[in-house]
């Protein structure tokens, strides 16, 4: 499993943007992966997750009814749509691969290089 995201960005105070998280060896299909952001001066926090068949998924509770996290494994990509972004946000933002879908970060044994998302106002 090797992950790359993608789709950071600046964008303002209540506006939208779409993460992707891909795996380049097309072998993810069968983990749960998980969003992470850190933001600076911050300790790493989960932001959502998805189970290996997009079956389940979970959020934290400050991004619930703003984010959505999807898959297609067709294209080996899980997503993670934001919107009604708020400065809280700012972040870089990580995707991650493993057994199952949970919240510690331990859980999970693959890491992309994180994507920075700054949202201004």
């Known amino acids: 499993v090797q992950l790359q995201a993608s789709g950071g960005g600046l964008v303002q105070a209540g506006g939208s943007l779409r993460l992707s998280c891909a795996d380049s060896?097309?072998?993810?299909?069968?983990?749960?992966v998980g969003w992470f952001r850190q933001a600076p001066g911050k300790e790493r926090e989960f932001v959502a997750s998805?189970?290996?068949?997009?079956?389940?998924?979970y959020y934290t509770d400050s991004v619930k009814g703003r984010f959505t996290i999807s898959r297609d494994r067709a294209k080996n990509t899980v997503y993670l749509q934001m919107n009604n972004l708020s400065l809280e946000d700012t972040a870089v933002y990580y995707c991650?691969?493993?057994?199952?879908?949970?919240?510690?970060?331990?859980?999970?044994?693959?890491w992309g290089q994180g994507t920075l998302v700054t949202v201004s106002s």
């Open positions: 991650a691969a493993g057994p199952r879908s949970v919240m510690q970060s331990s859980g999970y044994r693959y």
């Open positions: 060896k097309r072998t993810f299909s069968n983990n749960a």
């Open positions: 998805i189970s290996w068949n997009g079956a389940n998924t």
